[in-house]
Nanobody, 129 residues
Framework: EVQLQASGGGLVQTGDSLRLSCEAS????????VGWFRQAPGKEREGVSG????????YYADSMKGRFAVSRDNAKNTVYLQIDSLKPEDAATYFC??????????????????????WGQGTLVTVSS
């Protein structure tokens, strides 16, 4: 059974940094891609970033370039999302999701919820101003 466990969220202040983690189990890590999404209350889920586990190719939504950085640790079956200079508008539940390698062929597919077959439960990020 494929499972994704997102963690690392919490209450932070504007300008702080945060690193979210997504630990995967039940799959061969290198055979998958992992994406990060976020969803604020009353808003649609939006793509943040994606990474190909096999070669580390990364994708970012245009609005996320600059303050977000995705990385992976194959030895730990874990993908990270570093968020710098947090803003109140970054407050959301952040989700990670996995897709079979090869489905993520660019930023558009990396940011589409339909690319992914498995989803984690999300981790809440709250930003105080």
């Amino acid at each position: 059974e494929v499972q994704l466990q997102a963690s690392g969220g919490g209450l932070v202040q504007t300008g702080d940094s945060l690193r979210l983690s997504c630990e995967a189990s039940g799959l061969t890590f290198e055979d998958y891609s992992v994406g990060w999404f976020r969803q604020a209350p009353g808003k649609e889920r939006e793509g943040v970033s994606g990474i190909e586990i096999s070669d580390g190719t990364t994708y970012y939504a245009d609005s996320m370039k600059g303050r977000f950085a995705v990385s992976r640790d194959n030895a730990k079956n874990t993908v990270y999302l570093q968020i710098d200079s947090l803003k109140p508008e970054d407050a959301a539940t952040y989700f990670c999701a996995s897709a079979t390698a090869g489905r993520m062929v660019g930023s558009a597919t990396a940011g589409s919820i339909y690319t992914y077959a498995y989803w984690g439960q999300g981790t809440l990020v709250t930003v105080s101003s």
